[in-house]
């Protein structure tokens, strides 16, 4: 396959539809830039030899072309000094010098049409390859993008999972209950010293009030 050949396939290439159905889109990008690359440094190197050739048949050109329109002029002085045996021969020179000259003139032709072609490619590869590195671009932002939402979204359904809150709140039912209870006993042990103390004063305080009255009424035993 020559070159424009495959220039021209990979420059009409649908690469929307490339990325679309490519598993990986970044490393299917990645692998059409490569290529893109490749022909190009492949379409310059074509190109400047090309444009070397081009040069070469057009200076053969010019020459046999000059050539050419010596002999005739030659020729025209042969005729007028009388000298058709001199004309005949310059003549003949001219017609060949002239045959190389069109000869080149048709290779230049086609070489510049060439040149032309190659030149043309290069500048549609490099649009290529731009369209490709904007494509390129777009995917790796839509990918961070993307690793980044799953990121938020992993973290939104981490925040919105109660078991664990629900578990410390359960754990701090349970520590107010037992506080609730060491308070109560407490509560309630104080409760019960002070009422002995209570009853103890009560039955000291009766103990007196019974033993004065016993000696207010002479009853001492």
């Known amino acids: 396959m020559s070159l424009l050949s495959r220039v021209r396939d990979l420059v009409s290439a649908n690469l929307n539809s490339m990325l679309d159905s490519a598993e990986d889109p970044e490393k ?4 059409y830039m490569r290529q893109l690359q490749e022909q190009l440094y492949e379409a310059k190197t074509a190109v400047a030899s090309a444009m070397a050739d ?5 200076n053969k050109m010019v020459s046999f072309q000059a050539e050419a329109d010596q002999w005739q002029s030659k020729a025209e002085a042969a005729v007028r000094a009388g000298d058709d045996e001199l004309a005949r021969a310059a003549l003949s020179r001219k017609n060949s010098a002239q045959k190389m000259a069109d000869t080149y003139r048709e290779q230049y032709k086609a070489q510049d049409e060439q040149v032309e072609a ?20 777009l995917i790796i932002a839509k990918k961070n993008r993307a690793q980044t939402q799953e990121t938020i979204q992993r973290t ?21 209950d037992q506080l609730a209870r060491a308070n109560a006993m407490a509560e309630l042990e104080g409760d019960s010293l002070e009422a002995r103390f209570e009853d103890l004063e009560r039955d000291t305080a009766v103990d007196d009030e019974l033993a004065a009255l016993k000696a207010r009424m002479g009853k001492n035993s």
Do not use: F, P
């Open 54 to 58: 081009e040069t070469k048949l057009h």
């Open 28 to 31: 299917m990008v990645n692998e």
């Open 118 to 137: 190659l030149q043309d490619a290069l500048v549609k590869l490099e649009s290529r390859i731009s369209e490709a590195k904007a494509k390129r671009e």
């Open 156 to 176: 939104v359904q981490g925040l919105g999972n109660t078991s664990a809150m629900d578990k410390l709140s359960q754990m701090e039912e349970r520590v107010d």
